[in-house]
């Protein structure tokens, strides 16, 4: 019981740190790295939204990519990282972050990069 509370509480840690969940008050509390106060939530909060998020994957798998950061996130556990499309998706979601481009402009890149 202990132990799978603690796998629970990694996991929950790295899935925060990714931008993937927000913990409760409760969790926040018990793991210190998770936030500085138990309030705040802004830095878990994602700054570009696409109005309609990419569903990828095919008929075994579903995944919903709602942004540019969730997008690097996506690319990040991708094979064939060396390839051209790979790396424009990845650049186009940087440009995002780094104010260099529109959030729908990147896209495109990510949704190219899906395709196999």
């Known amino acids: 019981m202990i132990e799978q509370r603690r796998h629970r509480r990694v996991l929950l840690v790295f899935l925060f740190h990714c931008g993937l969940a927000i913990p409760t008050f409760g969790e926040a509390e018990q793991h210190p790295s998770m936030t500085g106060h138990p309030h705040d939530w802004s830095a878990a909060m994602l700054v570009h939204r696409w109005k309609k998020p990419l569903v990828l994957g ?35 979601c940087r440009a995002v972050i780094e104010g260099r481009m529109r959030a729908e402009d990147a896209k495109p890149a990510v949704l190219f990069a899906a395709a196999r």
Do not use: C, F, M, Y
């Open 58 to 92: 095919d008929s075994r798998i579903r995944i919903v990519v709602g942004s540019p950061e969730e997008a690097l996130t996506w690319l990040i556990h991708e094979p064939n990282q060396s390839t051209a499309k790979w790396q424009r998706a990845w650049e186009a």
